[in-house]
T-cell receptor, first 116, second 117 residues
């Protein structure tokens, strides 16, 4: 157990629907990162939050949004789902990212989304 | 822009032998960190080893070592005495540490390693 909790582990839904993925970071970690892993795209960085504020944005679609709450858990919202959104979505957490280059990202087990 | 390249989609190694997984990177930031992660078939991402761009010595962690060649911009992972449990996907990743460092990692496409008994 890495200490990063992601729910749900598996999710099957239909095109056009909306889902929410949840992440609780490791105790003491202030930063949360979301990644998408699909077969043809590898691990793609989506977005990062640090202590409740957006810190960096990657290749996140406009149909996707995220936030980090005061208790530091984060949610990734995916809407108007398409077949191509089927992927493994990872959340990772770390301590204050600017403090050290060796700052390791600890990953959760991932949420596998299947869009039918 | 930072980029990580792993040119070996798949590799085979005999149990108990050593194997090298290739990784090259590109960045204009003189300060950066390089990471390797392992992803077994169960799906989780496991941190293996870290190398900083200013580190004088190559990083080692148990059976894992990082062959860091800065001038060639390569950071190859060496696994010694391979075990069946080493069969997994391996990802090389990089973080730029200069001004504006956000902490995010950029990953390569990964290399699938299969260890043969």
């Amino acid at each position: 157990d890495s200490g990063v909790t992601q729910t749900p582990k598996h999710l099957i839904t239909a095109t056009g629907q909306r889902v929410t993925l949840r992440c609780s970071p490791r105790s003491g970690d202030l930063s949360v990162y979301w990644y998408q892993q699909s077969l043809d795209q590898g691990l793609q960085f989506l977005i990062q939050y640090y202590n409740g504020e957006e810190r960096a944005k990657g290749n996140i679609l406009e149909r996707f949004s995220a936030q980090q709450f005061p208790d530091l858990h984060s949610e990734l919202n995916l809407s108007s789902l398409e077949l191509g959104d089927s992927a493994l979505y990872f959340c990772a957490s770390s301590v204050a990212p600017h403090l050290s280059g060796a700052n390791v990202l600890t990953f959760g087990a991932g949420s596998r989304l299947t869009v039918l | 822009a930072q980029k990580i390249t792993q040119t070996q989609p798949g590799m085979f190694v005999q149990e108990k032998e050593a194997v090298t997984l290739d990784c090259t990177y590109d960045t204009s930031d003189p300060s950066y960190g390089l990471f390797w992660y392992k992803q077994p078939s169960s799906g989780e991402m496991i941190f293996l080893i870290y190398q900083g761009s200013y580190d004088q010595q190559n990083a080692t962690e148990g059976r894992y070592s990082l062959n860091f060649q800065k001038a060639r911009k390569s950071a190859n992972l060496v696994i010694s005495a391979s075990q069946l449990g080493d069969s997994a996907m391996y990802f090389c990743a990089m973080r730029e540490i200069g001004s504006g460092n956000t902490g995010k990692l950029i990953f390569g496409q990964g290399t699938t390693l299969q260890v043969k008994p």
